[in-house]
């Protein structure tokens, strides 16, 4: 509908155009000629107008799209700042360059033309660019907090990867949260291929990663070193395409806030194994990624009447039951269990419950079933 619309358009604004140049057509005509003629003429060349301008209108329409779709592209990689003082900079320099083409209007005026036109592009193209990448010197923006200094950049090596992946099959980006990484099973899932596309770590979560790495506390020491790690391993995978992104948001001290936000300019899902960053993500309308929600999700569950050989690590509320742990967390509950504490026995199992902190299986010893 867009499209049959624009070449309506176009149709129109070509007869327009010939319209004007209607009175050259009366040049050709004779004045002697009679009136009907003359409109004869007239509406000839406007119904032949119509018919070309209504056949090139479809490649029109395509080359305008085309040339959209490029200019957005481009624009979508440049931080609104750095536009705008573009812009300010670029009206400002056609003006310098206006009053430096009068000081050749003495000259023949083919070459006052083309070194008017040299000059407008080169002194509009000068002034441009240096305010674009000048104008945070400015005393008004120095001082400032600048939430969106290298979302630009960022954007544009993130676009820089999709565009050399396949052209079908884009992904959505994935901002690695330093949880994942110090939990490290993101590497075997990687590794499987169920996760794909373009991650990104941001400088503050690598900077976190880093003050954990080098905390006198000798288990925030391990968890840093250990996110390093990670990130250096899925570097080297050619599963994903790792970004290193060098945004930071000066105007948030958290780093749970700073990946929000980032996700939201981004259009990107959140990876994490944070149970709060899930919630807020959530609520703020941001995808996650969670690992914990799919390690439950695919891990098997037993059946009523399976047999589960546990060990019996604590006795349980219930004056009977003892508590044992399957090797991937699950909780076993053991009826008639307590007697069997540190040992090691076969149990069926009679019922699972599922809450919001995982799974419950509840058993008796298989030699009571």
């Known amino acids: 509908m867009k499209n049959k619309l624009m070449r309506a358009l176009i149709c129109v604004l070509g007869v327009l155009l010939v319209m004007g140049f209607i009175s050259l057509v009366f040049n ?26 209504f056949l090139a209108s479809g490649p029109i329409v395509r080359m305008i799209a085309a040339m959209a779709q ?5 624009l979508g990689r440049v931080q609104m ?21 009068m000081l050749l209007r003495d000259l023949p005026y083919p070459l006052f033309l083309a070194l ?49 992946a396949a052209r079908d099959a884009v992904s959505a ?17 990687c590794a499987t291929g169920f996760l794909e596309g373009t991650f990104i770590a941001p400088q503050f979560i690598l900077r976190e990663l880093q003050t954990l790495a080098d905390s006198a506390d000798a288990d925030k020491r391990r968890k840093g070193r250990r996110g390093l790690e990670v990130l250096e ?12 992104g060098q945004y930071d948001d000066a105007g948030a001290q958290d780093c749970d806030v700073k990946l929000l936000k980032l996700a939201k300019r981004l259009g990107a899902a959140i990876v994490t194994t944070d149970y709060n960053l899930n919630k807020v993500a959530s609520v703020s309308g941001v995808p996650v990624l969670n690992l914990n929600e799919l390690s439950n999700a695919v891990r098997q569950l037993p059946l ?14 219930d004056p009977t039951q003892g508590v044992g742990y399957l090797e991937d967390g699950t909780m076993i509950v053991v009826e008639g269990g307590r007697g069997h504490v540190g040992q090691t026995i076969d149990t069926v199992v009679t019922g699972v419950l599922q809450t919001a902190a995982g799974r419950m299986v509840f058993t008796r010893p298989k030699e009571t079933a």
């Open 70 to 74: 490029k200019v957005d592209k481009v």
């Open 28 to 53: 050709f005509v004779p004045n002697t000629a009679p009136l009907g003629v003359r409109l004869a003429v007239t509406v000839g060349v406007l119904a032949l107008s119509l018919f070309v301008f």
């Open 116 to 164: 008017s036109a040299v000059i407008y592009v080169c002194v509009a193209f000068l002034f441009g660019n240096t305010a674009r990448k000048r104008w945070r010197e400015l005393p008004f923006f120095a001082d400032g907090k600048h939430a969106d200094k290298n979302l630009g950049q960022l954007r544009a090596s993130v676009q820089g990867a999709e565009e050399s």
């Open 304 to 317: 009523q009447g399976d047999t589960l050989s546990v060990r019996v690590q604590k006795p349980g509320r």
């Open 173 to 189: 980006y994935k901002l690695l949260d330093s949880s994942a990484l110090i939990d490290g099973r993101i590497l075997p899932v």
């Open 81 to 101: 700042g750095d536009l705008c003082f573009a812009c300010v900079g670029a009206a400002l320099g056609l003006w310098v360059a206006s009053m430096l083409s």
């Open 233 to 244: 391993q899925l570097g080297k995978t050619g599963q994903i395409r790792l970004i290193a």
